[in-house]
Structure formats: structure tokens, C-alpha cells
């Protein structure tokens, strides 16, 4: 008998999916990895949450039938402890100022009762087995108020009473006594009115009115007890942050504590901010060039007159501080080099709507205009906001691009004018879902449509005579339109600060150029369609952890993203209005991109006065770009560990010293990996380069901070492989395109100067200088070290109450930067606004000065200049109209999606 057994052939499923496993083998390699480090970071987190577990009785359901009456925190620990196993573990010291306590005689939980008991003081309990430990609140206590009781003599007045209560609920928060040396301290968790009573058996007592607002810390003047005051005096204090803080990983600028926190755009307030450089083009970090831009952490990927417009919807009364982070954590995403700053809004006050109406109108050569509306509405669940925005900008350029060698040279002059009506919408909900979980979403839509038409001549020969003039005129348009999407969730895993956050989003831009011209000279005639789309999508998902623990805060997290381009770009020959596809200089171009991360930081006060914060960051990159019609795929995967370190040291109350560092990767942005040409005439365009590779830096800063007001920078930038242009001449051609040839060191300082010097003149100056050095692969390009240095005034005058003027001065000097030489720059601007119908109405004229932008790209065969004059001589006048509960504001969602900014 024979018996056989067949092999069964592998299936179209067993295929495809044995085919995808070995195509993306790396990635599934990396995901593994990444999957490790997350699973023991989540195992160590868990460990570390379950500290909290416990074992027997279980204070959230065990039950207690208790009931105080004028009596102290510890009686009612005791009658807790009689009916229960547990066991109550605290310090005699903190409790033994909590006495007259009362509370009715109900049954409740072991929690509830505690919550009774422990409401409105500066102490947390958690259960931990058979144990319930009774501590100070770090979390939650953020005020702290320090003083000395003396007499006449000024000599310390010890054991006096100090009692502080808090106005709203006519609670005492605390009492105290003074030490030996007649010194006291108190807590306090809420902003608000206190009243804070020091009394002592011989002395009369004496009552202060303290207001809390933004400083943590409340050192008071010696308080002076006299025996013979025979009535209770008051005396009124209110506390105020500096305008300049130094914190462990970023600066801290309180617009609050300004003239510009009042009656003024958030584009306005930002150009007295330190550190930053603002214009109608964006803004950028003084001495390291464009920066993202976050509100309450949640990125602005917006770029240009739209940043400047979303900006402009914001009010200065609305934003608490401007957190400037000149080398971001290990949190935020390692792309770029240059920073981020983060304006924090301030919190929900009031329940019910608010909202802001504003016009502006433009004159320089034409007249623009932008309008803006924004409005805000908040319930005890929902907390909402929606802004609108309609523009229409209509400008003029004149640029002259001259390439000169020995003996050819290329002239050109180009004037172009452009009119890009243009509408942005946002919407962000959050509701509350229960006092543990939030959940939210934020939808932002744009659409604008550029249209330019332009007229240029590109004159070729030598220095001594013309061979040939190209003329072209064109007609261009940019029609953009945008959507962002961000679903959020919020975990907050107790009231110690530990949190959970996740979000989804989900980005799509689809920017077209079509570009229409027609080239003519002596012996050329041609008339094309340059045709330039893109879609980009863009989606990524992350999870961030927040631990506080009284010997450190921990923070970590894991995040991917997913990135697609699908590019065309499609080139016309138009004979007798018939296109032409020209196949040779079109092209397609599809690009996928896998980002993974995941990240881990801690942060610890060392002691009083020293305070240290490192973390690392790995991201794992996988590239895969084709053009189909080159038949030309390129492939790349690589990863990168990205360490970050800070420490802060408080010398004294007016000294504060910072050292830190990053490492830092700039990706470059998609469309220029696109390896197509794009023509401006028929011999002049720009190609892509798929073949470009990241640029890494080192960032290493050290900071001196005195008395909050003068500020002293000292930075060094180690960057390789930097992304930099390359134009080359082929007889008439003229290439633009772009390669990692560079390798740059920076040396830099920065100083700047913040002082209110009256009541009604306000100063904020700055100056930085760097020197650079820089070495090239391309023997081609000769590089020149050189410096650059730049310096700003700015000054805001209070006039009355209700009028305020600015005036502010900035220039840059002539500078040298690898093999481009940059020329002197300055701007300046003045302005007022005038606050009129119980302060709801602002009025506000301004006008601005700018000078044209112009520089040297020196290569070894020739050198080009160009020199762009934006026309920068304009007025504004703005009206802005405020309605609804002044202290109403929007969703205040932290939400990072950094990915979106390479798809500009």
C-alpha cells in the first residue's frame, strides 16, 4: 500500500502576508524595540502607581459613623481609627494648628470623611495597606507666605499668633506661631483675597490684606506689633510676579505684569518678549532663526501672514505668561533647532460667554485688511471657543537676483503683485466628563487663494557687453486649503497630579501652484504651464504620562506618526492655447515616512537652591520615497537618541544661574525631497533632492538671571550635514537646489534688559552677537567665518489709564554665515491704542518701517546677490470691540502635533 501526502501550495493570503512581513521587516524590527522600552516604562509606571494599592479595609468603601464638635484634626483621626484596622501615620506639627473643627454626625466613607476633614487645608492623605498617611500637599499648595513679627525696637517677637483666612469662604487656611527669631510661614492652594491676623499677649494684633495673583513665593516686609496701637490696623499687600523668571528647562516672560498686557493683540505683546524676533513674516529665536509656536502646548503650525493673523485674534488680557524654551525637553519632538515658545492662557474665572470683534485696515502701496472674531463660552462641563478670521492682502515685491563671475554674468529684476483673500475658522470643545476624565476635540480649517502676476528680464553676457534678454511675464495661483483634527482624552489618576493623556490627529493640506508664463526674446518665444500639486496627510497617535512625586516629577510617553505625499508636477508647452504635456520636465513623486518615539524625563529638586532635569528621547525614522516616473525609488531607515539636561541653581533671591543641552535633529521638509524642477522661465528653476539627509545639532547654553530683570545668554551649536542651497550656471540655466555639504559651529551671547523705570515707562532691550565657522564638502563653495550681531529698544509709555503708546527700534548688522554674507537690516515701529466704552472699545493706529533684505551667496566661479524690497512703509488702524464676562476665555487643551510643520 502506498500512502502520500500532498504539500498544499502556500495560499494568496499566506503570500501577501508572508510578502508585507518581509517588506517591512525593519520597521516591524523598530517597532519591537520601541514596544520593549514602552512595555518597561509602562511596567515601572504601574509598579510605581500600585505603591498606592492596598490590602484589608479599603478607605473608598469601608464605612465610619463619626461626628465633630469644636474639636481638633486628631480627635477625629481617633474616633477613625476606634471603628476601623487602619492606622493613621502623620506629623504632630502640621495638625496640631487644626482645631474648632466640626462636623455632623452622618455615615460615610472612610474617604468622604477624610475629604470633610481635610477640606481647604494644605494637607493630602492616601492609603497605602493598612496605613493612611497624612502629608503636605506639594501639588496643590502653590502659595507660600513668609514674614517676621518684631516690635518698634525691631527685635523678633516670638511664639505670635499668625492665623490666614481666606476672604471668599471666611475659612482659617492655617495658623501658626513664630520661631525664635519671630519668623513665620504659611500655605495657601487658590489665587485670591486672604487676610492673615498676627496677635501676641502684650501687643496689640495687627491684620493684613494680602492678595495672591501670580507669585508663588510672598516674601512680606517685617510686620511691626506695637503695644500701644489701641485699634486693629489693616494693611493692603498685593503680590506680583517678576516680569522675567528663569524656571529648570524655560524662560518665563509675565506679559501680566506689563503696560502690553492691556488693550493690545497677542502679535503686539509678543515683539517686548525676550529672546524673540516678531514681524508679519512670523516669529523666529534671535540668533537661531524660525521657531514653532504653541498655545497652552498645542503647536501652531501656521507660517507667515496666517501665524500672524491667528496671533492677532488673541488678546493680551488673556494670556497669563509666554514660556520661552530655547532647548526643548525630551516631551517635545527633536525636529528643528531653534526653540518653541509656549503662551499660556490663562484658566476659566467666570461661567457663561465672551467674546472679541476686530478690523484692521493695511496701507502701504495697496490697502489690505483682516478681519476677526473669536468667541468663548464655559459651563461647569463644557468649556468651548471658536474663532473666525477674513483677510484679503494685497502687496508688492521688487527683487533683483544678480549672478556675476569672471567674465559671464546674469542680471534680473522681477516685480510681482500678489492679492490672497484667505478664511481660517477654529473650534475646540472640552467637556468634562466626570472629576476624572476629559475628553475633547479641536477642528481648525483654512483656505486661501494666492494670485500673482508678475513680470521679470534676465539679461546674459558679460561685463562689458549683452548677448541676449529674456523677458517673461506670468500669472501664478496658490490655492491652499488645510484641515487639522485633534480628538483628545485626559486620565487624571488622582489628585496628587499623576495624568494620563491620549490623542489622535489628523492633518491634510492640498497646496497647488499653477504657474502660467511666457518667455520671449531675440530668438526664443515659449509659453508654458508649470503645474505644482501636493497632498499631504498626515496622522499620528501618542500617549504622554505625568507622575509628581514629592522627591521628583516623571514624565514620559510613546508617539508615531505617519506621513504621505503624493506629488505632481506637470509642465505645458502652450502652442496656439493647445497644452503639450512636455514629458522630460514633468514628473511624479510619491513619499512615505514612519516616525516612532518614546521618551522619559525626570525632574528633582536637589535642595533649596538647586534644581536638575534630564531626560532621553529615541526616535526611529523609516523614509520611502518613488517617483514613478524616473522609476526611481529611495529608501532610508535610521534612529537617534536624543539626551536633554538642565540644572538651576538660586544663588539668592536676585541671582539665578542655568546650564543646559540638547541634541537635536532637523529632518528636511517634504517638498524638498521631491526630485522635480520647477520653473520660474524657461532657463531658471528649482530641482528637489531625495537624496538629502537629516541635520543633527548639539545645543549647549549657559543663563544668568539678575534681580528677574537683566538676563545674560551664553549658547554654542554644533550642527552637521546642514541643509543648504547650491546653485549652479550651465551657460544660460540657472539651477537652484539643495545639498548636505556644511558642517557649522556658532558661538553666540544674548543680553537683554526688562525694567519699568516709572510707573508709565516700560523698557525691554536686548542686543545678541555670534561668530560662526563653518567647513564644506564641495570644494566649489569657499566659506568665510564671520559674525553677526543685532540689537532692539522697546519702549511702552502709559499715558492715562486709558491711553498707551509704543515705540519700538530693531537692526541687525551686516553678517557672514558659511558662504552667505547678509546685509544690515532695521525696522521700526510706533503705535498707540486708546481704550474707550468702559475699556470694551480699543482703537489702535500704528505704523512700521522697514528696510529692504538683501545678501551675498559667494561660490567659486561666481557670486549672487539678491536684494528683495517688500515695501515695508505701512499704516494699520485697528478697531477691537469686547463683549460678554471679561474673564470667560476658551479651551485651554495642551495638544503637540509637530509633524505638521514640514508640510508647510
Known sequence: MNISAKVRKPGGLYTRLSGAIELNKPFIFQLMRVSVVVTLIILTTFQLLLATTTKGQNMHSDMVTIGLRDESLASGLKKIEQQTSLRFYYRKAEIKALIGLNLALENRTIEQTLQELLQNTFLSFRQVEGNILIERNTVQTNYEIKGRVVDVNHKSIAFANVIIKQVATDKIIQSAQTDTGGRFRLTATEKGDYLIRISEVSKDSLSLALTLADMRTVQLPDIILNASIKQLKQVTITSKAPVLERKVDRWIFNLNNTIMANGSSLFEALQVAPFLKVSDNGVSMVGKGGMGVMVNEKIIYLSGTDLTNYLKTLRSESVEKIEIITNPPAKYEAQGNAGLINIVLKKNESLGWSGSLSSTYRKGVYASYNNNAALFFRSKKVNSSFTFNQSNYHNILNDSLNIIGNPSQILSNEQRISITPGLQAGLSIDYELNKHNNIGIIYNISHSKEKDTYVNNYSYGTS?????????KGEMSRPLFAQTLNIYHDLKIDSAGKKLSSSVNFFTNRPEIRNSFVSESANTYASVQNNNLSKYNIWSIQSD?????????????????NYNNNASVAYYNNILDDLLLNQTRSNDFD??????????????????????KAGLRYEYTMTDGYSPTLDQRNKRNYGALFPTTYIVYKADGNNVFSLNYSRRINRPGLASLNPFDYYTNIYTYSTG???LLPSYSNNFELNYLYKSMFSFTVFTQHASDVNSLLTTIEGPLVVS??????????????????RAFFNWWENSSSASFFYSSSKSKIEAIPIQNGTSASFSVNNNFKATKLLNFYLNYSQSLPSTSGNTYTYSQRDFRVGARLKLLNNNLIISPSYYLGTVNKYDARFSEFVQTERTDYHYKIFNLGLTYLFGRSKVSGNNKNITFDEKRRAQ
Do not use: H, Q
Open 737 to 754: 537646489s539643495r545639498g548636505n555639504f556644511l558642517t557649522r559651529d556658532n558661538v553666540g551671547a544674548y543680553v537683554s534688559f526688562n
Open 591 to 612: 513619499y512615505t515616512e514612519k516616525n516612532l518615539a518614546a521618551y522619559y524625563s525626570m525632574e528633582a529638586d536637589l535642595s533649596k537652591k538647586w534644581t536638575a
Open 689 to 691: 533632492n531625495p537624496l
Open 464 to 472: 562689458n557687453t549683452v548677448d541676449s534678454v529674456l523677458n517673461t
Open 545 to 561: 504620562l505625568t507622575l509628581p512625586y514629592k522627591w521628583a516629577k516623571i514624565e514620559t510617553g510613546a508617539k508615531f506618526a
